[in-house]
């Protein structure tokens, strides 16, 4: 039996560190790669408000405005559904398994558990997020 080493090449995917910090080395901006890109890709999908980004009123999510609805099981059903969609329509990388919702009622926030998968790997991902209500 032959024993063959299979290289495949498998696609990273690199997005800007949004903290914008400088590679002191090489005085670039620092990037971040698959996991940790993908993690900051979804959850500036979830906070961004529709109209937010200029000429493009299609990207967003809609969960602010459900922020003060009375949460109840439709409102949490609402929000899973709209984090699913914005997710999968503008983060093509990924696959999204489950979201769950919590309402902190004590800190004025809802907490966000979102599971999903990379398309070029398998092992799941979590990401945890909240959301502030301010007024």
């Known amino acids: 039996m032959i024993n063959k080493e299979i290289n495949r090449k498998v696609r990273q995917f690199s997005d800007v560190n949004l903290n914008f910090t400088v590679n002191p080395f090489t005085l670039d901006i ?8 993908i993690k900051d890709s979804v959850k500036n999908l979830i906070q ?10 299609e990207i ?15 409102t949490k059903n609402i929000m899973r559904r709209t984090i699913f969609d914005v997710i999968e329509k503008f983060e093509p990388r990924v696959t999204v398994t489950d979201v769950i ?13 979102i599971f999903f998968k990379m398309n070029n790997n398998e ?7 909240s959301i502030k209500k301010i007024r």
């Open 123 to 129: 092992n799941p991902i979590k990401l945890i997020t």
């Open 30 to 37: 620092n990037k971040r790669f698959d996991e940790d890109a």
């Open 101 to 113: 919702i919590k309402d902190d009622v004590d800190d004025n926030q809802i907490n966000i558990e």
């Open 48 to 57: 961004t408000k529709n109209y937010e980004r200029p000429f493009h009123p």
């Open 60 to 74: 967003g999510c809609q969960i602010f405005s459900l922020l003060f609805e009375p949460f109840t099981d439709i």
